[in-house]
């Protein structure tokens, strides 16, 4: 996935600012979400922001 797609639009939280969090600590959705801001507006990206953190937290591992 390219790193410059927004995946949140109302929050504009791109994918590379999802991949930061997790490289900042973040282990998990949630900890993702209060860094980023991620699907806190209208919710309609939480989905697939729910499964790129589970990628890329899986393949932190």
Same mark, same amino acid.
């Given at each position: 996935?390219? +790193?410059?797609?927004?995946? $949140?639009? $109302? *929050?504009n939280?791109?994918?590379?600012?999802?991949? +930061?969090?997790?490289?900042?600590?973040?282990?998990?959705?949630?900890e993702?979400?209060? *860094?980023?801001?991620i699907?806190?507006? $209208?919710?309609?990206?939480?989905?697939?922001?729910?499964?790129?953190?589970?990628?890329?937290?899986? *393949?932190? *591992?």
């Amino acid at each position: 996935m390219e +790193n410059t797609k927004v995946i $949140c639009r $109302c *929050k504009n939280v791109y994918f590379e600012d999802i991949e +930061n969090a997790i490289k900042e600590g973040a282990s998990t959705y949630e900890e993702v979400q209060e *860094k980023t801001k991620i699907a806190t507006g $209208c919710s309609r990206c939480a989905k697939q922001a729910e499964e790129i953190t589970s990628f890329l937290l899986s *393949k932190n *591992k």
